[in-house]
């Protein structure tokens, strides 16, 4: 493959630029600009100069053999000062050698993947961790890229493959006797794998809400302080707030960070009967916005009130308006409990994320639940006897397909383009 030249920070004015050189060429193209090519994996600090011999920078440059670098190939990195100046210059200099081109998005990663550096739940892990927003975000990416979905696809397919030795095997070698028990053996590993793919697959909707975000709706009568809340908590004025009844008509959401979480704050319509079409129409999408939501925070004005039937249990349920009231509960205008709400919101998103799947992407599990109902159509066929045999074997090798398409063993070219194409270009 050509070998490829790229920036890999952040373009603009830096302190600390990185221009990554990966293929065939890159040794050379390090020992044109630098005089020589360093000791492997060992920073040095050289000069670096263009074709002419003119002076483009003082920096560090570090070179990576093949086999031991991010894309399998020869690696060089210039570590240089972060103008656009520099830059441009020490890229134009790599690009005046012969056999040297720019990189196209996502280049490094593709050839990291195809050189069997990463699996295909890897590299989707890297774009995202370049995409995290908060600490959840870059725990699951982190987990993801430790390769925690391939060693389970790997076990799975182990559980798969014995399944199907000894099928095969069998049908193979139908004169030789067949031990009475062998559809027990064979069921064994495949109710191994059913138990772990059903496992994963229920911890769908934590997973994918942890990458995507969480959505949290304040609920409430009307002038309960949903608005006044909504702004406290994002430490803005998002919302606005009046003493007249039914302010708020449509839902306003405000985007933050809670306790390493991406949440999506909603403020609705408050509650009450009402002849206004708009503002029944506001309270209607409140509603409607509330059920859909991962947690709803319910603020109550009386203590003996009956909240909407849109409450269920893992809400917050709160007395509001305590600094009016003299009682306990929150204010979102003094301040008092609203510590003890973050930490409680925080406490009720952790309880739905601790039975949360190790993969995160649609594309992960309409797999999972294929590969999970080619296994349970196997298994009823196990039941009916040696017939049908080759059909079982022919559900557990779809149900091997699936889940040798999760981490890019084949069936990926209908995905490579879509996932590398959202990374910078010198990723």
Sequence with gaps: MDTIVALATARGRAGVAVIRVSGSLAWSVCEQICGRVPEERVATLTAMRNA???LIDRGVVLVFGEGRSFTGEEICEFQVHGSVAVVSAILAACLAIDGVRTAEPGEFTRRAFIAGQMDLTEVEALADLIDAETEGQR???????????????????????EALAMLEASMDFADEEIPDDLSELVRAPLERLGAGLQSQIAGRKAAETVRDGFEVAIVGKVNAGKSTLLNALSRREAAITSERAGTTRDVIEVRMDVGGFAVTLMDTAGWRETDDEIERVGIDRGLARARKADLRICLLVEPDEEPEDVVCSKDIVVLAKSDLRGREGISAVTGQGLDWLMSEIVTRLEMTTRESSAFSRQRHFDKLERAERCLAEALEMLDLGQGYWELVSQMLREALRCLDGIVGRVDVEDVLGRIFSSFCIGK
């Excluded at 925690?148 to 790997?154: I, K, M, N, P, T």
Aim: no cysteine; aromatic share 4%.
């Design 52 to 54: 002419d011999g003119l």
């Design 139 to 161: 725990r699951q990416a982190m987990q993801m890229l430790d390769g925690s979905a391939g060693r389970l696809v790997d076990q799975w397919r182990e559980d798969l493959l």
